[in-house]
């Protein structure tokens, strides 16, 4: 069971990025994700989750209208598409596995999830 993150980089203030999330081993079919980032110095935080189906979908207040979860469950990969990027928004980016089997509604407490991947790192430069 791994999921890997991918996608980070180096991007503009106002710039955007797309980052992924890959199962390998298992489906996500059957399992909310959750995207997470942490910045050095900081706690880690919850930035958005989607549900098994997709149907339910939430945001930290600091990236509403800014950020897009979706999920292509053939691929078996979770996106989060940014935009309009911040430096604030700086961070190392994990993804994650809901540890609730076939939850309708996604969570962005941390202690949700049972599975990480490894984490990409997402600049933004002012």
């Known amino acids: 069971v791994q999921l890997q993150a991918s996608g980070g980089g180096l991007v503009q203030s106002g710039g955007s990025l797309r980052l992924s999330c890959t199962a390998s081993g298992f489906s996500l079919d059957y399992y909310g994700i959750g995207w997470f980032r942490q910045a050095p110095g900081k706690e880690r935080e919850g930035v958005s989750c989607i549900s098994v189906t997709g149907g339910n979908t939430a945001y930290a207040d600091s990236v509403k209208g800014r950020f897009t979860i979706s999920r292509d469950n053939a691929r078996n990969t979770v996106y989060l598409e940014m935009h309009s990027l911040k430096p604030e928004d700086t961070a190392v980016y994990y993804c994650?596995?809901?540890?609730?089997?076939?939850?309708?509604?996604?969570?962005?407490?941390?202690?949700?999830?049972?599975?990480w991947g490894q984490g990409t790192q997402v600049t933004v430069s002012s």
């Open positions: 994650a596995q809901d540890a609730r089997f076939a939850v309708h509604l996604c969570s962005l407490v941390s202690d949700t999830y049972n599975s």
